[in-house]
């Protein structure tokens, strides 16, 4: 098991090289002249060429690598082109919003989803298991903002429970802190959930035709038992595998979901610096966000091992 | 000791005792029935029709003993061992008869009442030793959540009663070995294992559906003389399912054989083998092997296959098959007949003065 999870480590690591490349890439395949961009339309040739050389965008590509790769190595990302200030500190800044509603969303997705996969799969075919499925239908057709819309229509506007857009920081109190988490969280989650319930319910349907469930029942196991602890588990690959890229789409879209809520989290940062080519920007975001799916990954793999005892090495 | 009652169907019905328990033990110095089936219909409402997986089926079993019942696969012996344990899945569905145990009539109760009885006062051990365990959970956590549910055992005495059953049943090291997978265990000794667990909470019956058809011949005997020992030792009527009647010679008391989801002839296990008088049972004991006997120098099966339960033909569903087939065969269906003390038949032919000629 130990010698499992070693391997698995070590495998990532070229994975996350491949990620470097390419986000350092991101700078030399997009069109347009860098130095061009960030000097403005009214440049004098001799301040593009300034802002070149400031940039280190005249040497080869090789060693622009080189010396990127080095700074990343000691957890620099370089500067913003325009205000000056440190990526590094630009994300941190904007990275607790983000994560807050991924986890948070994450959370509603996994804990509604999942149960209410399980339920459609053991009432299959009837009222309840239709109900079910129409939701998870909705949430997957639907796009995200649309959905963020009407909840927060509802919950926001309507009922007033909830504060429709900004943000509280923990440092707030944590109800405060909550209480603007929710909404988007919800929306943000919808589409997770949704797939999650599918996958479940296909997933457990299967799974409850197995011998070994006839035998849980036969020795007179409470249904709940029979479900969650005997079917689920047998379930639950599917759903892991589900989860993991379900968390990368999650991710995706929360740029939508911080504009439509008005939070200042790290998708706001991507647009605005995608709007102004500040590539270090775009690079770290990239970069994190990469980090952070190739650590999604690993993590369903630890799983496997650990929710089904045959896939150990 | 045999009574001879009146069926619902006016069939006769030899069964070793009254219905319903009515004379004790003490009367007839037998040991008291603890299950009875009267009359029992499980039937499947399906596209292609009904089909009567079980017909009509009576027998029952006493404290402590062992019985058998036999079949060729798709004669309705696990229907009717599934409709015992109320789990028999839509479309199927018990659809008459009484299921006698404890003084209640078992096809009537709840399914939380069901789930009180089933694992607990009856348990059941299943065919298939590859897919009846989970494959996902610890052979201790299949051993000891029935106690922990039936007898409200903790964890940690449900562990150590399980440790002293996987012993009983032979598998060495268990204290180690139940933190193991069932992947980890070979057929036979998963099969053990399925029986620790049956045996676990000291249910009164066991229903054992063919328990060691999946095994290879030489662990077959081991875990029928594994089973056996623990149900005389514990007291558990067992009730053997099997498609094998050399299998179950050694052990049971007394042989009820099914085809087409009904009784076609009950008697004990002496005379069923040394004087078969239903010529299905005359088959069956023809293309099967002995386990006690030496080797037979030729098997013959019986021809033809089991008939479609969707659309039995009229008379007699064997007759299709039957060498011995006379003209009312084809028009009546036989009813159950004695062809001897504790021994009867549903056979035309075997009814009749002459008897089956041989
Ligand atoms: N789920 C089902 N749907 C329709 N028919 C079924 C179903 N399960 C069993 N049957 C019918 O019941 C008959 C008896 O099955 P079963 O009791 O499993 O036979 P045995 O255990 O004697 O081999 C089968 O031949 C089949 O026609
Ligand atoms: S009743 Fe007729 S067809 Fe049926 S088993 Fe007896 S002889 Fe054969
Ligand atoms: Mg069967």
Known sequence: MRRYIVRRVLASIPVLAVVAIITFGILHLTPGDPAEVIAGPDARPEDVEAIRTRLGLDRPAIVQ???????????????SAFSGQRVTSLIAERIGPTVSIAVLAAVFA?????????????????????????????????????????????????????????????????????????????????????????????????????????????????????????????????ILTVVGFGLAFLVSGLVIVESVFAVPGMGRLLVDAIRQRDYSIIQGVVLTVSVFYVLVNLTVDLLYSYVDPRVRY | ????????????????????????????????????????????????????????????????????????????????????????????????????????DLAQLSQEEMRNIRGHQIAMVFQEPMTSLNPVLTVRRQMTEGMEVHLKMRPKEASERAIELLTLVGIPDAKRRMHEYPHHFSGGMRQRVMIAQALSCNPKVILADEPTTALDVTIQAQVLEVMEGLAHRFNTATVIITHNLGVVARYARRVNVMYAGRLVETGNARDIYTNPQHPYTYGLLQSVPRLNEPRKTSLIPIEGSPPDLARLPQGCAFRPRCRFAVERCGQETPLMALVGPAHAAACWVAASPGGLPK
């Not at chain 1, 075919?125 to 229509?153: E, K, Q, Y």
């Not at chain 2, 328990?21 to 037998?30: D, L, P, Y």
């Not at chain 2, 089909?51 to 079993?61: R, S």
């Not at chain 2, 696969?73 to 409709?83: F, I």
């Open chain 2, 1 to 104: 000791m045999v009574g001879i009652t009146l069926g619902e169907d006016h069939s006769i019905r030899a069964v070793t005792q009254a219905p319903s328990g009515n004379s004790t033990a003490a009367e007839n110095g037998q040991r008291p029935v603890v299950l009875e089936l009267d009359g029992l219909r499980a039937h499947f409402a399906t596209p292609q029709g009904i089909v009567k997986a079980v017909d009509g089926v009576n027998w029952d079993v006493r404290e402590g003993e062992t019985v058998a019942l036999v079949g060729e696969s798709g004669s309705g012996k696990s229907v009717t061992a599934l409709g015992i344990m109320g789990l028999i899945s839509p479309p199927g569905k018990i659809t008459g008869g009484r299921i006698l145990f404890g003084g209640r």
């Open chain 1, 110 to 238: 996994i804990s509604l989803g999942i149960p209410l996969g399980v339920l459609a799969a053991w009432k299959a075919n009837t009222w309840i298991d239709r109900t079910v499925m129409l939701f998870a239908v909705l949430g997957l057709s639907l796009p995200a903002f649309l959905l963020g819309f009407v909840i927060m229509w509802i919950l926001g506007i309507k009922f007033q429970l909830l504060p429709v857009a900004g943000y509280a920081r923990l440092s707030e109190g944590f109800g405060e802190y909550l209480k603007y988490l929710v909404l988007p969280s919800l929306t943000a989650s919808l589409t997770l959930m949704a797939l999650i319930t599918r996958m479940t319910r296909a997933s457990t349907l299967e799974v409850l035709r197995e011998d070994y469930i006839r035998t849980a029942r036969a020795k007179g196991l409470q249904e709940r038992l029979v479900l969650f602890r005997h079917a689920l588990r047998n379930a639950a690959l599917p």
């Open chain 1, 65 to 79: 690598f080189g010396n990127w790769i080095g700074s990343l190595a000691q957890g620099d990302l370089g500067v």
